[in-house]
């Protein structure tokens, strides 16, 4: 079908051309004439419309025995030639045909043919008219040129054309494609026709070859306007398959007869029929693969009804073998004058977009179904989507919750996440939330931002996994170990309790001796006193102070009672500060963080711990006074310590030369950068071997023999620095020489 476009520059060729010009389609029918064709044939378009231009206007066989003219141009053929054709009234009339198929994309769509009438010759008399008035029987420019191929006479027309009047002048000099192919007089008789350009025009000459005359005849007619028709139509046919091929949907055309005129790449890529294959095919005879064969069978029916119809869900085969899922519409087409024109089928190749809704359907459905909370928000952080789980866990609803931020125990905590993850940046991490219930609950979180395909952020997705239960089950287990680990040192606290008691009680005996001495020579000086006091002599009783002074050793008591009760102090002092280590090391803690010194903790952690290394090992320290206090959760950072100085310990002991030389040495230092506190710990023990260095702080792995291990203490250590503290815990070893585990706590944890 043409477009608005086409109809407008066709428009104006019917109307400027001064040759009958007629339009028709590949099969031979007549689309269209100008007035200049009933002028020239006497047919109007009602007469002619839809006929076979061969049956009105040409012979079945041109004088020469060659096909007819429109048959050879319907046939892809250009042709230009001098016949005959009949008019309306029976009459036969001489005419210069020029026929021209229209080519789109190497196929035929339709054809034109225009005509020009010429005077009838072929004997002296009319070889006379043609020299005596060429204005009078022609209308276009004419020349009458020698056998030598110089200008006889030329009409006003000719004059105009070739610039002034060149008789005797050679043809040749004014027509450089004449001169192209020679410059004899044999020429003219081996060129039917020729074009001859001038300012911009175009002109088409016949050359006729006079009989009684030794002369050519050369007519000519201006079809500038055609030729510019013909590439405004070439242009706007190229514009039109640019647009088929920018539609994304399948558009198929037919004419009245059922041929495909239009065929696009969506068509092609979703029918597997390539365009060439398909233009000029009867869309019955074109092998699409339906799966259906009922397909092709309503396409038809509809054909012969003429009537609008919708098919969903068609699936089509490609020739490889894939499956397509097409919609499609079928609509008819209406001449002007109501008649059919044809259809035009229009699809949209929904396998794509099928898949796409089946995969969301299914993500939907994994979605509905986690165990995990998921909820999307829109930019400000308002809930859109809340899965079935996310009521579970929260006791809220879509709607009861305003914004996600008001889930947050924290919420400067809730406003910092929601502006990392609108910034796109990803946020994960375990955090306090509050339910719809006020219950304070544990969650893993993780949020991420929605983007286009731009990377502007639509909303935010977050995903919540209720941990409560799986923390409170950490926490039991955390004071269990602890429990367990103060439980295998109580021995060893014990007998460091026990050490200073002994000294104390044997200064409180010491004491409870001495005194009672010193009250006897107390009781002595009362009576000495009194007998003084009387008169009487006193120095019986003088020599008994100095007997009981002696007895008692006076000054002895007096030199050591000083020193006995410092050292009763002292050893209070060791106990008390004993027990005040083990209430601080047991104590369950707090669920918020607090601050930490961590080189207090460390020196707790050794006093606790003293028993279980001081026969193995000395201990050194080395602490960087200046640390700084960090965020953390102080109970469960001294089970980490006390993991690893127990570890170190027992590495010691298993080393071949325990009990044959000195002991072992742990070093345990501080140290600080830019962004971390690390607390090093390090033994002269035997080292972990390669093969196990990987799985240390997996659960349940132990590299002790049985009943030494549980394989729980450097796990836990690993989820309290790592997933707690945000922190990391690392270490260097080697095999024989020992081993340095660092645990890594930031300066400035993120909530």
């Known amino acids: 079908m043409a477009s608005n476009s086409e109809q407008e520059y066709l428009e104006h060729v019917?109307?400027?051309?001064?040759?009958?010009?007629?339009?028709?389609?590949?099969?031979?029918?007549?689309?269209?004439?100008?007035?200049?064709?009933?002028?020239l044939f006497g047919y109007s378009l009602n007469e002619v419309k839809g006929r076979s231009?061969?049956?009105?206007?040409?012979?079945?066989?041109?004088?020469?025995?060659?096909?007819?003219?429109?048959?050879?141009?319907?046939?892809?053929?250009?042709?230009?030639?001098?016949?005959?054709?009949?008019?309306?009234?029976?009459?036969?009339?001489?005419?210069?045909?020029?026929?021209?198929?229209?080519?789109v994309d190497d196929k035929q769509v339709a054809s034109y043919v225009t005509y020009r009438r010429i005077p009838e010759s072929g004997d002296a008399e009319s070889d006379a008219l043609m020299q005596t008035d060429f204005a009078r029987n022609y209308s276009g420019p004419a020349l009458q040129v020698g056998f030598d191929g110089m200008v006889v006479k030329l009409n006003p027309e000719a004059e105009t054309v070739f610039r002034g009047?060149?008789?005797?002048?050679?043809?040749?000099?004014?027509?450089?494609?004449?001169?192209?192919?020679?410059?004899?007089?044999?020429?003219?008789?081996?060129?039917?026709?020729?074009?001859?350009?001038?300012?911009?025009?175009?002109?088409?000459?016949?050359?006729?070859?006079?009989?009684?005359?030794?002369?050519?005849?050369?007519?000519?007619?201006?079809?500038?306007?055609?030729?510019?028709?013909?590439?405004?139509?070439?242009?706007?046919?190229?514009?039109?398959?640019?647009?088929?091929?920018?539609?994304?949907?399948?558009?198929?055309?037919?004419?009245?007869?059922?041929?495909?005129?239009q065929?696009?790449?969506?068509?092609?890529?979703?029918?597997?029929?390539?365009?060439?294959?398909?233009?000029?095919?009867?869309?019955?005879?074109?092998?699409?693969?339906?799966?259906?064969?009922?397909?092709?069978?309503?396409?038809?029916?509809?054909?012969?009804?003429?009537?609008?119809?919708?098919?969903?869900?068609?699936?089509?085969?490609?020739?490889?073998?894939?499956?397509?899922?097409?919609?499609?519409?079928?609509?008819?087409?209406?001449?002007?004058?109501?008649?059919?024109?044809?259809?035009?089928?229009?699809?949209?190749?929904?396998?794509?977009?099928?898949?796409?809704?089946?995969?969301?359907?299914?993500?939907?459905?994994?979605?509905?179904?986690?165990?995990v909370a998921i909820c999307i928000t829109d930019r400000s952080g308002t809930p859109t989507y809340v899965n079935p789980a996310f009521a579970e866990i929260f006791h809220s609803e879509l709607g009861g919750v305003a914004d996600v931020e008001s889930l947050y125990q924290d919420r400067n905590l809730g406003k910092s996440v929601l502006a990392d993850v609108l910034s796109g940046k990803s946020w994960e991490g375990e955090v306090q939330m509050i339910s719809g219930t006020g219950d304070i609950i544990s969650v893993q979180q993780r949020g991420t931002a929605i983007l286009n395909d731009k990377n502007e952020v639509l909303g935010m997705l977050f995903i919540y996994a209720d941990i409560t239960e799986r923390k409170n089950l950490e926490y039991q287990l955390m004071q269990a170990q602890?429990?367990?680990?103060?439980?295998?040192?109580?021995?060893?606290?014990?007998?460091?309790?026990?050490?200073?008691?002994?000294?104390?009680?044997?200064?409180?005996?010491?004491?409870?001796?001495?005194?009672?001495?010193?009250?006897?020579?107390?009781?002595?000086?009362?009576?000495?006193q009194a007998i003084i006091d009387s008169g009487e002599d006193a120095k019986e009783v003088m020599r008994s102070l100095d007997l009981y002074a002696s007895k008692y050793r006076i000054e002895y008591i007096v030199e050591q009672i000083p020193k006995a009760i410092e050292q009763s102090q002292k050893g209070i002092e060791k106990v008390a500060n004993i027990v005040k280590i083990m209430k601080e090391f047991s104590h369950p803690g707090s669920k918020e963080k607090t601050t930490v010194d961590i080189n207090r903790a460390l020196r707790n952690t050794i006093e606790v711990t003293r028993n279980r290394w001081k026969y193995v090992a000395d201990v050194e320290t080395n602490f960087d006074a200046s640390l700084p206090e960090i965020l953390g959760f102080p109970g469960e950072l001294n089970q980490v310590f006390l993991n690893i100085i127990i570890n170190a310990a027992q590495a010691i002991e298993e080393t071949p030369e325990k009990g044959e030389k000195k002991k072992g040495l742990i070093t345990i230092s501080t140290s600080?950068?830019?962004?971390?506190?690390?607390a090093s710990i390090r033994d002269s023990g035997v080292g972990i071997p390669k093969d196990a260095a990987a799985k240390i702080f997996e659960p349940f792995f132990t590299t002790k023999r049985i009943g030494m291990g549980t394989g729980q203490g450097l796990a836990i250590s690993h989820s309290v620095v790592v997933d707690k503290h945000g922190?990391?815990?690392?270490?260097?070893?080697?095999?024989?020489?020992?081993?340095?585990?660092?645990?890594?706590?930031?300066?400035?944890?993120?909530?």
């Open 727 to 751: 922190g990391r815990i690392t270490f260097d070893t080697k095999v024989g020489k020992g081993t340095t585990f660092h645990v890594w706590l930031p300066r400035h944890p993120q909530n």
């Open 672 to 678: 600080q950068d830019k962004e971390w506190v690390i």
């Open 53 to 103: 231009l061969r049956d009105l206007i040409e012979p079945s066989v041109s004088p020469d025995g060659a096909e007819s003219l429109s048959k050879r141009v319907a046939a892809g053929e250009r042709v230009e030639v001098e016949t005959t054709g009949a008019r309306s009234d029976g009459n036969r009339i001489r005419v210069f045909a020029r026929g021209m198929p229209i080519i």
């Open 263 to 371: 065929w696009n790449d969506a068509a092609t890529a979703a029918l597997g029929i390539k365009k060439p294959d398909a233009l000029g095919t009867q869309f019955d005879e074109i092998p699409i693969l339906w799966k259906d064969p009922e397909v092709a069978e309503k396409i038809r029916e509809f054909r012969l009804r003429d009537e609008p119809m919708s098919l969903g869900d068609i699936v089509v085969r490609l020739p490889g073998g894939e499956e397509r899922l097409l919609d499609i519409t079928i609509n008819p087409l209406k001449g002007r004058d109501g008649a059919s024109g044809g259809f035009l089928l229009f699809g949209k190749d929904i396998t794509a977009q099928r898949a796409a809704k089946e995969e969301l359907r299914q993500i939907r459905t994994a979605v509905d179904a986690a165990t």
């Open 165 to 261: 009047n060149i008789v005797g002048e050679s043809i040749f000099k004014f027509v450089p494609s004449l001169a192209q192919i020679g410059r004899d007089a044999g020429v003219l008789d081996k060129v039917p026709q020729f074009h001859h350009t001038v300012d911009n025009r175009t002109y088409l000459f016949f050359v006729r070859k006079g009989k009684s005359v030794k002369s050519y005849f050369l007519y000519g007619g201006d079809i500038s306007v055609l030729v510019s028709a013909e590439k405004e139509l070439q242009v706007a046919h190229a514009k039109n398959e640019l647009l088929l091929a920018a539609i994304s949907s399948i558009l198929i055309s037919a004419d009245s007869d059922g041929s495909v005129i």
């Open 482 to 528: 602890k429990l367990k680990a103060i439980g295998q040192l109580a021995a060893g606290i014990a007998h460091e309790i026990n050490t200073p008691m002994q000294f104390i009680g044997d200064n409180m005996n010491f004491m409870q001796q001495a005194f009672g001495g010193i009250f006897e020579m107390l009781d002595m000086y009362k009576h000495m």
């Open 14 to 39: 019917f109307l400027h051309a001064p040759e009958a010009i007629v339009l028709f389609d590949i099969n031979g029918h007549i689309i269209k004439i100008n007035k200049e064709f009933t002028n």
